[in-house]
Structures are given as structure tokens and as C-alpha cells.
């Protein structure tokens, strides 16, 4: 690949790039656009694009994310990514004629095609489930059931290879633009519960989207169940809050809520790095042993009241959080 394209698509992407500037003839530096770089000073600049050989590279030195400038590319801005891929083609094979192609406007589905569980009878398994973890009445149409799921992936034209195997499985979807994915949980006791399929490799997670009012305060969880206990929820869909920050949320008014694991390395270190950037977070109290927002619910707590209770931000939360975590 050519080094005058790398070049190129550099400089086509350097307006959207915080404070680009050329360090040297092949190593440009900006603020990193994963991580914000640094609230406090916004001099800072610790994203690269450096040559590395015949390619270029990105590499931030505050939060560690890399990868090909390809990469890069494709999570920065999608359009000059394909224009970039489109390019890489022509460059190494002069006679190739770019194939028309029809892009279809993506709208993002009314229901999904299973059942939904509010329509099931109470004496249903899926029903049952949700009964057992006390779920709104409001959430029980966003819950399906399926015991033939790969047959239903199939139909989506999602590539995975899994065997149809009619187990009744609970069927969480997520919504952006279109259907992105959904997550199946076992309710025959199998062993592995909950297998998360995306509709493509690039897609990604986040719960709830479909109906977060983004003029008023969200709650930033990490499991479906969980955004159903507090207003205005959404979920991560795992502990990577911050990623659904950067990626949907960044000028909203987000509450960070992690689960309750003072002893959990990743999730004391995420929630040290948001109060340091000034987020809003929750932080239980301690010798609190109850893990997430469902079970606290199933624990007869107030879960909204809790929640609001113990949100803080600044120096009350630095010390509510030196309290708190275990590692």
C-alpha cells in the first residue's frame, strides 16, 4: 500500500481530529477522540498517527487504544473509511472498475419477528421468567421467546454457524438504526445462559436506544434487566460504560451506575477514571453486598431512590469511592 494515500486520507481526517498538528514528517498528534484525551487540560494531545515501515499506525498514550490506520479509520469516520478501502483497491489494481451498488435506508423495525412475551399466557416459561425477576409490565413487550433461534439468526442473514438445538430461550434485541443484535437466555438451566449475537462484527451494544428520551437524565447501566430499574435507562450490555459514552452519548446528561463489585480490578478502574473526568457516577455504600439493580429490586430496595441517593461527582465522589472499593 501506498504511504501518499495514508497521507492523504490523514490529512482528509485531520479537521475532525482535536488540536491535529505534524510532529515530525511522518508523526501527526491529537487529542484521541476514544477517550476525550483529558477533561482537565484540553492542551493535551496523546493520539498518534506515526509510520511504522510502509503503513501507518494510531496509537493513544492515555488510554492505550491502537490499531492500522485502517482501523482507525473505520471507528473515526465511516465514509472516508470506505473511500479509503475503494481507493486501496484502485491503487493495486489500475484496471479495477468500481461495481455500482444501491445502499438501502436502514429503519429500524417496529417489532421483531418472534413473540413477544407480553403476549404469552402466565403459565409460559419465558413468562415465568420474567415474573421471577420482577420486571415491569412496560418491559415485558420488549422480551421475546424462541425455541428455535438459529433458525430466526438464519432469517436475519447473521452469520453464525451454532446448531439449531429448540431450546426455550428468552430473546433480548437491541436497536440502533436497525436491529444490531440481541442476546438469547437459556431457560432450561442450561449451563453456558446467555449467548450474545451481533448482525455483524463491527455492530455495536446498547440497550435500550430505541427508547432513551436524550433531553432528559440517563442512567447508564450495565445489563438489560438493570436499565429497566432506574428512568431513563440505558445498558452497556457488559462494564464497558465508557465505550457507550464516547459512541452515543457524549453531549447527554449520563449517571455512570456499575455493578456493586468493590474487589472487581476493571470496574474499580473505570469508575476512578470517569470521577477524575468530572462524570456523574454512582457509588454504593459500603458494605453493600448486593451486586446489580435487579437483584437490589428483588431485595425490596428503592432501586430510583438508592440510585439518586448515592450519585456524586467531584471531590464527594473521590471520597465516597476511597471508601468504597476493595483493590
Known sequence: MSLWL??????????????FHKQSSHTFAFRCPFCGDSHKSKSKTRGYLF?????????????????????????????????????????????????????????????????????????HLASQYLASRQLPEAAWPHF??????????????????????????????????GLLGAQFRALDGSHQRYTTLKSTEDAQKIYG??????SRRIYLVEGPFDSWFVPNGVAAMGSDLERVRQNF??????????????????????????????????????????KDLNDMHLAG????????????????????FSRWKKC
Open 51 to 123: 509510520r511504522h515501515g510502509s503503513r501507518y499506525f494510531f496509537k493513544c498514550h492515555n488510554c492505550n487504544e491502537s490499531g492500522s490506520l485502517r482501523t482507525f479509520l473505520k471507528q473515526v469516520n465511516e465514509s472516508l473509511y470506505h473511500e479509503y478501502q475503494l481507493q486501496s483497491i484502485k491503487d493495486s489494481r489500475p484496471d479495477y472498475v468500481a461495481p455500482t451498488v444501491t445502499v438501502p435506508k436502514v429503519v429500524a423495525p417496529k417489532a421483531v419477528d418472534l413473540v413477544p412475551v407480553s403476549e404469552l399466557p402466565p403459565e
Open 209 to 214: 436506544w430505541d427508547r432513551v428520551n436524550n
Open 249 to 290: 452519548l457524549q453531549d447527554e446528561d449520563v449517571v455512570f451506575v456499575w455493578d456493586n463489585e468493590p474487589r472487581n480490578a476493571m470496574i474499580v478502574n473505570s469508575l476512578d477514571k470517569a470521577i477524575k473526568r468530572n462524570e456523574s457516577v454512582v457509588i454504593w455504600p459500603t458494605n453493600f453486598d448486593i
Open 6 to 19: 495514508d497521507e492523504e486520507f490523514i490529512q482528509r481526517l485531520s479537521p475532525l481530529l482535536g488540536r
Open 144 to 177: 421475546y421467546f424462541t425455541d428455535e433461534w438459529m433458525t430466526w439468526v438464519k432469517s436475519l442473514g447473521w452469520d453464525y454457524a451454532y446448531k439449531e438445538d429448540h431450546k426455550p430461550r428468552l430473546v433480548i434485541p437491541w436497536f440502533f438504526e
Open 301 to 320: 430496595i428503592q432501586v430510583p431512590k438508592l440510585v439518586r441517593e448515592r450519585t456524586f461527582k467531584g471531590l464527594t465522589a473521590q471520597l465516597e
